[in-house]
């Protein structure tokens, strides 16, 4: 415990534009170098992107795409004895959006395209739909919670029907 008092708890600030505090978050993921105005144009331009694609409010398709990206569980690596078993735990809201926002950047980083606002607005308009390169992630983060799960029961010599 700390002698001098507790750490206040920060709250996430809002971006400028359409103070929103999830394109706040995306701007601090993307950003590179200390280039923070860099990365606000290409978050801007990104959303204006869905905006014309979709015609519809670029803040509802990037909530719905980092809904359909989040994940309700994480795989954390334990050591028991002498071997490193992958064992999953429930994670908060906060965490799953940052993991959320970590997968569709890296997604979009790997999509082939002209720029990064194009790349970025074209993963956000795929994972908003269920079609994006960042969902299987978090449907691997499941199976690999299922594979857990069985391996426990067979160590523990646990059968449902003896």
Do not use: C
Not at 12 to 40: E, Q, T
């Amino acid at each position: 415990m700390s002698r001098r008092g507790t750490a206040e708890e920060k709250t996430a600030k809002s971006d400028p534009i359409y103070r929103n505090r999830l394109v706040n978050m995306l701007v601090n993921r993307i950003l590179k170098h200390g280039k923070k105005s860099l990365a606000y144009q290409i978050i801007y331009r990104a959303l204006k992107k869905i905006q014309q694609k979709t015609e519809t409010n670029p803040l509802s398709v990037l909530r719905q795409a980092i809904r359909g990206v989040t994940p309700d569980i994480a795989v954390k690596a334990r050591r028991v004895g002498g071997s490193t078993h992958q064992v999953p735990i429930e994670i908060g809201s906060t965490q799953g959006k940052a993991l959320a926002i970590r997968w569709l950047l890296g997604a979009s980083r790997k999509r082939p395209g002209r720029n990064m606002a194009f790349k970025l607005s074209s993963e956000l308009v795929d994972a908003a739909k269920g079609s994006g390169d960042a969902i299987p992630k978090r449907k691997s983060i499941k199976r690999k919670r299922l594979i857990e799960w069985q391996r426990q029961i067979e160590r523990l010599h646990i059968f449902v029907n003896p």
